[in-house]
């Protein structure tokens, strides 16, 4: 699997949007990024899936750049319960079934 | 409400006192896994199961046992446990789809944490 580069902290003012960045420079054709997040040594929580084209759930949006060396995390109204690590994934369908984060993108949201 | 349980949340024990920790799912997901999470090591996976009598080795499997008797349960099973083992520890499950039976997005458990002394 690709290995993927995430800041790692970002500040966010509640109600506006965060928007957190994943650089995967070196992902093939068939592999997938996902995005989960984890909040204080609580279960992670898986958040959104892309391969190429963006998508948008009930939780967030994710932007996939048209060469797929990044993606964007998009929460769009960031509330105080969102502030948690947010971690980039890439897999390959029908790949490895395990999961391996990295260190992930501290985001912290402030009133 | 679907979710993954997971039995004890907090566990203290001392060395070589044999433990098992619970997970269950109420999704009737194929795939179920165990990780560890350790600071700085980020999230290990122990071992894992596609489906009922089927379980592979994860990345750290030494010391630790699963069975997959049934479809919900998946208990971790620690025979003779050692301090190296303290750790916070996540089950996870996940239907498992497609032709290539692809795992999608795994649903974790609230996580166990373990101190062994």
Known sequence: ?111 | EAQVTQNPRYLITVTGKKLTVTCSQNMNHEYMSWYRQDPGLGLRQIYYSMNVEVTDKGDVPEGYKVSRKEKRNFPLILESPSPNQTSLYFCASSPVVGTVRWVYEQYFGPGTRLTVT
């Open chain 1, 1 to 111: 699997d690709a290995k993927t580069t995430q800041p790692t902290s970002m500040d966010c003012a509640e109600g506006r949007a965060a928007n957190l960045p994943c650089n995967h420079s070196t992902i093939s054709g068939n592999e997938y990024v996902y995005w989960y997040r984890q909040i204080h040594s609580q279960g992670p929580q898986y958040i959104i899936h892309g391969l190429k084209n963006n998508e948008t759930n009930e939780m967030a949006s994710l932007i996939i750049t048209e060469d797929r060396k990044s993606s964007t995390l998009i929460l769009p109204h960031a509330t105080l319960r969102d502030t948690a690590v947010y971690y980039c994934i890439v897999r390959v369908e029908g790949g490895s079934e395990k999961l391996v984060f990295g260190k992930g993108t501290k985001l912290t949201v402030n009133p």
